[in-house]
């Protein structure tokens, strides 16, 4: 059994965390939460989405956001864009890198953005191209890659279709979302085995979400297969506006609290993440969705 000894941690919260609340999160908080973060240790930190704000009401400040956030540097800070007219937004607010999401069902693919996994490609060809004419980084997502809410079971064979193709574009890292947390551990492990024998494992990263609880387990699972880099979400927050009763990423805290208990190094500071994770979940008038987060906090409080 081999696990990496650095995982690199992409915090998602103040976009897959904040982009399901129903109520509005003004700009200064998720600029304070983004910086937060980032003090707290994390190397990237996914700050907004140039979607279409009909779609998605929550992402309409993200130019905003982006523009007051005090950029440091070696820090990334990613922005979802869905297509070219997301790109230009992004763009003319000065973004350097940006994340492309596709689905592997037909149907999460129209719930989500409206068009066939096959016109996905095309968008993301046509996004891709052009921002590497504007030297962008680039991300890529992948959607119900261990089950859909809409289609349940999911062709690993389409994941893996999808996954080459953002590879061999000029995505840097292909990020397998599990959307509705449905995922365990075995299928988890065989997914990344399969999708590691055509994209190197450096390049592949783990989104799971916890519905299920299962989360930190297919982590733990896929890490022995070489992953070491893995998106959460501070305090647990999110969801997908189009995956009803998905609940939020696994939280970043808990996250941290097993790799720091496996001697992994992440570079992340605990009681910084902490308050971060405070200041949010107090914004949103609840606790943290984190055991981790919970049990610490409980603690500090004596
Ligand atoms: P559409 O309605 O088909 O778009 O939506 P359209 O091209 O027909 O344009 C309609 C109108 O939207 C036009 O405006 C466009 O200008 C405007 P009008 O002429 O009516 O005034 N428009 C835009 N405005 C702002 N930004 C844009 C944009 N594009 C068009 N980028 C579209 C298609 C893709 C835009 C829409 O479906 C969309 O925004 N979808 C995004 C949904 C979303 O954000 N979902 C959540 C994020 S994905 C996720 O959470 C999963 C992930 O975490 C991984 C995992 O967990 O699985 C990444
Ligand atoms: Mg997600």
């Not at 979400?209 to 297969?225: F, P, R, S």
Request: charge should be negative; hydrophobic fraction near 40%; glycine fraction near 10%.
């Amino acid at each position: 059994m081999s696990f990496p000894e650095r995982v690199k941690i992409v915090e998602v919260g103040p976009r897959d965390g904040l982009q399901n609340e129903s109520e509005t999160v003004p700009a200064e908080v998720k600029v304070q939460l983004i910086e937060m973060l980032v003090d707290a240790g994390l190397p990237v930190v996914e700050s907004g989405a140039f979607v279409s704000p009909k779609w998605v009401p929550q992402m309409a400040t993200s130019a905003e956001v982006f523009k007051q956030i005090n950029k440091r540097n070696g820090i990334s800070y990613p922005m979802l864009v869905p297509n070219l007219k997301g790109l230009e937004l992004a763009h003319a607010a000065g973004v350097q890198e940006i994340a492309l999401f596709a689905a592997a069902t037909e149907t999460f693919s129209q719930k989500n953005t409206n068009c066939s996994i096959a016109e996905s490609i095309d968008r993301f060809n046509a996004v891709i191209v052009e921002a590497q004419s504007l030297g962008m980084k680039i991300r890529g997502y992948i959607s119900c890659v261990l089950g859909c809410p809409y289609e349940g079971e999911v062709s690993s064979d389409t994941v893996l279709m999808l996954a080459q193709k953002l590879f061999d574009k000029g995505c840097y890292e292909v990020s397998l979302g599990d959307t509705i947390g449905v995922g365990t551990a075995g299928q988890a492990r065989d997914l990344v085995e399969k999708l590691s024998r055509q994209v190197p494992i450096q390049h592949l990263a783990a989104h799971f979400h916890d519905t299920y609880g299962q989360a930190l387990a297919n982590i733990h699972a896929v890490m022995q297969c070489g992953i070491s880099v893995i998106d959460s979400s501070v305090a647990g927050l999110g969801g997908c506006p189009y995956a009803k009763g998905a609940t939020g990423n696994v939280a970043t805290e808990d996250v941290v609290y097993m790799l720091n208990g496996m001697g992994i190094e992440t570079g992340v500071d605990m009681d910084k993440l902490l308050e971060a994770g405070r200041f949010i979940s107090d914004f949103l008038g609840r606790e943290p969705v984190s055991r981790a987060a919970t049990a610490l906090l409980r603690k500090q409080a004596g």
